[in-house]
Each structure stands twice: as C-alpha cells, then as structure tokens.
T-cell receptor, first 114, second 114 residues
Framework: AQSVSQHNHHVILSEAASLELGCNYS??????LFWYVQYPGQHLQLLLK??????LVKGIKGFEAEFIKSKFSFNLRKPSVQWSDTAEYFC????????????FGAGTRLFVKA | DVKVTQSSRYLVKRTGEKVFLECVQD?????MFWYRQDPGLGLRLIYF???????EKGDIPEGYSVSREKKERFSLILESASTNQTSMYLC?????????????FGDGTRLSIL
C-alpha cells in the first residue's frame, strides 16, 4: 500500500537555525507533492506544491522543497527559522493518475525557541 | 480567498447518537473531502465527493456516511457514534476534475463521543 513517511515527529530549533524536514513516499508512478502547514489554532494551508518541471520549488514564507525522484523524497527546507514558524507540517502525496486520493504523512511538530 | 466553513468547532455527543457534521465551501469547487486527524496518524480520508450526489469511500469509511445534495455542501454522518470516533474532523475542497489540485481546509470540528 502507498504510504508517506515523515521521519521526525517533533523538532525543536532555535531561531535562525536551518530547518530540513524529511518526507519519503512509497509509490513508483507519477506523483504530485505538497507540503501543508497548520499554525496553532488555524486551519491547514498550502505551503508549496510540485507537479512537474524544476524539482526545486519555492513556497511561501521562505520555504522550499526539493523533489528527488530516485529517492522518492520531497524534503522541506528553510535556511533560517523564526519563532512564527512554530507549527505542524504535513507532507502529502497525490497519486498522479488523475485520482483523487492524497495520502498525508503523520506530521512533524516544529517548535522554534525565541 | 477560498472559505471552507465547518458548522461546529467543538461538539460533544453520546454513544449511539446519530451525528451530523456540516461543511460548506464558497468557491464552486467540484471536489470535497472529509478527513479525521489523530495525533501521530496524520490525516486519514473518510469519504470524498467529486460531484453532486457522487461519493467515494476513502481509507476509513466504516461507521460513516456522507451526503452531497448541493455542490457547496458536504455532510458527514456518524450513523451510531462510538467512543473510537472521538477525533478532529477536517473538511476540504479542491477544484478540477483530476483530483490533483491543492486542497483548502476548514478549521475542523473537534468531536468528543462520551
């Protein structure tokens, strides 16, 4: 069965530290990839997405992610985190055969110390 | 901006009750989804609908049903609520007929079954 793995369930960083959150998926076909973020008390919102083309995609608030097809990975990065980045981050994979099924990872809770 | 509105933020019901969760979106999206979100498990798809009166089972449909009589409204029904259905329920919508577009989420309904 298809699955999405997020390696870290909890991450604690100090402000200005660099961030990398891992995401791997198990599916050999075409995929559409997403990172969503849920700030405390708010709804999930899209951070960035990859459909095709340049495997390095940039999203909102200085986040970026790199799709490495050979590694089935779509890791999220930010060079310098801020206290306001404290949130839960979800990686999601849509099986790109025209289907509606999007599989979400378990999420990574990021806490940034001021 | 897309608005997905869930009828209740918090709900407390008793075992055996029939429970209705309502969701309305204002962007004329074709597709609507119901997920439950549990710590450590991420989001799991219960049901989705790609058109009025159309519905498809997700990964965990047991104990749930849905209704989509109008394009903007998607209801989740717990036929006979049980304690293991205590969870956060998220509604989402997306446009397009391929199912691969980003989803827009509501604020969630935290449901407690006593």
């Amino acid at each position: 069965a298809q699955s999405v793995s997020q390696h870290n369930h909890h991450v604690i960083l100090s402000e200005a530290a660099s961030l990398e959150l891992g995401c791997n998926y198990s599916y050999g076909g075409t995929v559409n990839l997403f990172w969503y973020v849920q700030y405390p008390g708010q709804h999930l919102q899209l951070l960035l997405k990859y459909f095709s083309g340049d495997p390095l995609v940039k999203g909102i608030k200085g986040f970026e992610a790199e799709f490495i097809k050979s590694k089935f990975s779509f890791n999220l990065r930010k060079p310098s985190v801020q206290w306001s980045d404290t949130a839960e981050y979800f990686c999601a994979v849509n099986l790109g055969t025209g289907g509606f099924k999007t599989i979400f990872g378990a999420g990574t809770r990021l806490f940034v110390k001021a | 901006d897309v608005k997905v509105t869930q009828s209740s933020r918090y709900l407390v019901k008793r075992t055996g009750e029939k429970v209705f969760l309502e969701c309305v979106q204002d962007m004329d999206h074709e597709n609507m989804f119901w997920y439950r979100q549990d710590p450590g498990l991420g989001l799991r798809l219960i049901y989705f609908s790609y058109d009025v009166k159309m519905k498809e089972k997700g990964d965990i449909p047991e104990g749930y049903s849905v209704s989509r009589e109008k394009k903007e409204r998607f209801s989740l029904i717990l036929e006979s609520a049980s304690t293991n259905q205590t969870s956060m329920y998220l509604c989402a919508s997306s446009w397009g007929q391929l199912g691969n577009q980003p989803q827009h989420f509501g604020d969630g309904t935290r449901l407690s079954i006593l």
